[in-house]
Structures are given as C-alpha cells and as structure tokens.
T-cell receptor, first 112, second 116 residues
Framework: KAGVTQTPRYLIKTRGQQVTLSCSPISGHRSVSWYQQTPGQGLQFLFEYFSETQRNKGNFPGRFSGRQFSNSRSEMNVSTLELGDSALYLCASSFPLSDTQYFGPGTRLTVL | DQQVKQNSPSLSVQEGRISILNCDYT??????FLWYKKYPAEGPTFLISISSIKDKNEDGRFTVFLNKSAKHLSLHIVPSQPGDSAVYFCAASADAGGTSYGKLTFGQGTILTVHP
C-alpha cells in the first residue's frame, strides 16, 4: 500500500508570496493533519481535516489555511509568506477513529 | 507551555546494548501515546504506541512502558543497532469523545546514536 505522498518536496519562495502544498493520504485514510517543524519550535500542529471539514486547528495565524477534497487529498496554503515560515511542512493521515498517524516525507519550504 | 517533554537531547549507546528513551507529560487528558523515529529531511516513521489502559506494549525489539501516576513513558530498544541512529519523538493525544481530532502533541526529540 502506498504511503502518504507530499508535493512538492522542496520549494523556495520570497517574502510576500503565497504557496500551496499538496498531500495525498494513504488509501482508506480519511483524516489528514498538517504539522510545521522548525528547529526552535519542534513539531507543531496546524490543522486537521476529515470528510472535507476542518475539525481542529492549532495556534497559527489566519495566513495558514487548508482544505480537503472528496477523495481525502488535502492542500494547505500559506499567504503573505514571512521569513519565519521557512520550515518542513508535514502531512499525516489516519484511519477514522484511530489516533495513529502516518506521515509523509514533508515539503521543505524556504522563504527568502 | 510544553505539555510533552523529552529532557535528554541526545543519547549514545553501544551496539547490542539497551537504549532507553524517556518522555514526560503534564496534560492528564492525554490517553494515547506514540513513538516516532525520524531521519533528517524525512517525515517521522511510526514505531509503537500505547493506550492509557495499558502499562506496556511490545513490538519486536521495541517496548514502550507507561507510568500514568508519574506521567512518564519510556521506549526501550533491545538490542540496539547502528541503523537505529535517528531522532526519536514521543507524541500524545487526548481523546475528546472518541477522537483526538487529528492533533498529536510532540516532544522536542532525542537524538539516538548507536555506535558499532
């Protein structure tokens, strides 16, 4: 069974731009969570989607948003990029009613 | 407020010996705990988990112990192998009516180095 896939793997943007990251969950998984990993803050929860609905959200500004499609694929968007948004963005999926999450390889975003 | 803490930034172990990684938590609502292994520039790989109704769970060389009264869990790797060298994260979730709504709270990680 294929794992969680994320595209693109690497991205370089400049301040003020916006970016969209994509995540395809494991087949049969309907919950998709997003995390940001930085050296200073570690792994921080961004938000979670289930059945195209955002069910949970972490403490991030409104510039961070996401959505989920009917096939459970998910995208996250960051608008008006700041230098501090440089991070590894991780997507994870899980079966309904399971708290075990399986992670993708991540997207490394660099903001210049 | 760091609700999940891994107080040892690094651990060095000889091949064949036991590796013990520790994790403490403060939120009494946490009821499910996981350990992940991570290599640089890759996503975390799920290793093993434990529910709060248990105090031990084994999977091959990996055993997780949970002490609810002390709010402490540990991961034992026996025997340790050089390929185990990576960053290990503990994570926790709080059940809110049958689901954690996708939120895992992570510790800061412990770098494990296993020397041949």
């Amino acid at each position: 069974k294929a794992g969680v896939t994320q595209t693109p793997r690497y991205l370089i943007k400049t301040r003020g731009q916006q970016v969209t990251l994509s995540c395809s969950p494991i087949s049969g998984h309907r919950s998709v969570s997003w995390y940001q990993q930085t050296p200073g803050q570690g792994l921080q929860f961004l938000f979670e989607y289930f059945s195209e609905t955002q069910r949970n959200k972490g403490n991030f500004p409104g510039r961070f948003s996401g959505r989920q499609f009917s096939n459970s694929r998910s995208e996250m968007n960051v608008s008006t990029l700041e230098l501090g948004d440089s991070a590894l963005y991780l997507c994870a999926s899980s079966f309904p009613l399971s708290d075990t999450q399986y992670f993708g390889p991540g997207t490394r975003l660099t903001v210049l | 407020d760091q609700q999940v803490k891994q107080n040892s930034p690094s651990l060095s172990v000889q091949e064949g010996r036991i590796s013990i990684l520790n994790c403490d938590y403060t939120n009494s609502m946490f009821d499910y705990f996981l350990w992940y292994k991570k290599y640089p520039a890759e996503g975390p790989t799920f290793l093993i988990s434990i529910s709060s109704i248990k105090d031990k769970n084994e999977d091959g060389r990996f055993t997780v112990f949970l002490n609810k009264s002390a709010k402490h869990l540990s991961l034992h790797i026996v025997p340790s192998q050089p390929g185990d060298s990576a960053v290990y994260f503990c994570a926790a979730s709080a059940d809110a009516g049958g689901t954690s709504y996708g939120k895992l709270t992570f510790g800061q990680g412990t770098i494990l180095t296993v020397h041949p």
